[in-house]
């Protein structure tokens, strides 16, 4: 089972920049697909970002120009980087991912809050 932990949620003022780190158990090459969510208090999970092994970056189109999806394969580490953060980003961030061989996996997730 792969093990997955996010980190560098915090309280940021609007505009402001975050980037959220991933830690994964696994070697990441060995995964088909690593991304990002979010869900705020009362609302759906949102998909945010994702790297498919060998394809290319997506990104939501509401967050395109805003954040942007990069990993470390040798630290093993997904990031997702943000910039121009508004009150409508405050969310709890969880990183997935998913493998043929080891299946879906979920963070605990990390709590981002844009306030002033």
């Known amino acids: 089972q792969v093990q997955l932990k996010e980190s560098g949620g915090g309280l940021v003022q609007p505009g402001g920049s975050l980037t959220l780190s991933c830690r994964v158990s696994?070697?990441?090459?060995?995964?088909?697909?690593m991304g990002w969510y979010r869900q705020a208090p009362g609302n759906q999970g949102e998909w945010l970002a994702s790297i498919t092994n060998g394809g290319p970056i997506r990104l939501a189109d509401f967050v395109k120009g805003r954040f942007t999806i990069s990993s470390d394969i040798h630290r093993n580490i997904l990031y997702l980087h943000m910039n121009g953060l508004n009150p409508e980003d405050t969310a709890v961030y969880y990183c997935r991912t998913s493998s043929l061989q080891l299946g879906v996996a979920w963070g605990q997730g990390t709590q981002v809050t844009v306030s002033s």
């Open positions: 696994e070697n990441i090459l060995s995964l088909n697909t």
